[in-house]
């Protein structure tokens, strides 16, 4: 899993000397964004990830989103975030922050108790506790 902060996918420059056209070829490189890829997958939230022995919790940061624009799934132990945070309007000559659809995917090494999985939004920041189910907790076993 990976922690990546927003990436500035707005911004463009003019592309009309050599140094900022490479400086786009690298930024496209960097992000392993091609032209579909972006329009698919606008930008990488930033993601924080604990565990206790009861739960792991998810921590995103979703500053600007409205709590309707975000969509949580649980499927085959696969935990989904996904999104989208609608350009403002208005003619801005620069900007950096970032805007459209996002979606993070976690394969979950144990299975959680999917009935008992809570979500909360404050600040910008979406947490998501994936309770552990009782058979993958563990447990000490005393020698008889």
Do not use: C
Request: proline share 5%; net charge negative.
């Amino acid at each position: 899993m990976s922690m990546r902060s927003l990436s500035p996918w707005s911004t463009r420059r003019p592309s009309n000397d050599i140094f900022n056209q490479f400086e786009e070829f690298f930024n496209q490189f960097e992000r392993g964004a091609t032209p579909a890829a972006r329009e698919m997958v606008d930008f990488t939230p930033s993601v924080d990830i604990a565990e206790t022995e009861a739960a792991y919790i998810v921590a995103t940061d979703l500053p600007g989103f409205k709590k309707e624009d975000i969509k949580i799934e649980m499927a085959d132990n696969v935990l989904t975030i996904s999104g989208e945070r609608i350009k403002e309007a208005g003619d801005k000559k620069y900007s950096e922050r970032s805007w459209g659809k996002f979606q993070r995917t976690f394969s979950l090494p144990v299975h959680v108790a999917a009935d008992k999985i809570e979500a909360s939004y404050k600040d910008g920041v979406l947490e998501v506790t994936l309770p552990k189910a009782e058979n993958a907790k563990s447990r000490s076993i005393k020698v008889q």
